[in-house]
């Protein structure tokens, strides 16, 4: 059984930074691509950025670029989302999703995958 465990989320002030952790189990960690996801009240689901665990091809949305950043450990089958200079715009449920990947390098950041976390709240306030 897939799952996808989220952790790291909190309350935060503006400038300050977190880490998101995304912890895997049940499949091949390396054999999958991995999204990070945000949800905020009263807006739509935002893709923030993807990376194919196979090589560590990333690909994230331009709009976040500088301040967030996705990497993984293959070792501990974790994807991990670092934001630095929060704002309090950034306040959101975070989710994590993962599909097979099929050898590809590309992954497609603005697009929710097969399998899905249950979400870590940020909240960004002074």
């Known amino acids: 059984e897939v799952q996808l465990v989220e952790s790291g989320g909190g309350l935060v002030q503006p400038g300050e930074s977190l880490r998101l952790s995304c912890a895997a189990s049940g499949f091949t960690f390396s054999s999958y691509a991995m999204s990070w996801f945000r949800e905020a009240p009263g807006k739509e689901r935002e893709g923030i950025a993807c990376?194919?665990?196979?090589?560590?091809?990333?690909y994230s949305a331009d709009s976040l670029k500088g301040r967030f950043t996705i990497s993984k450990d293959n070792a501990k089958s974790t994807v991990y989302l670092q934001m630095n200079s929060l704002k309090p715009e950034d306040t959101a449920v975070y989710y994590c999703?993962?599909?097979?990947?099929?050898?590809?390098?590309?992954?497609?950041?603005?697009?929710?995958?097969?399998?899905w976390g249950n979400g870590t709240l940020v909240t960004v306030a002074s």
């Open positions: 990376i194919v665990n196979h090589d560590g091809s990333s």
């Open positions: 999703s993962a599909e097979p990947s099929y050898g590809s390098s590309y992954c497609d950041h603005r697009y929710g995958m097969d399998y």
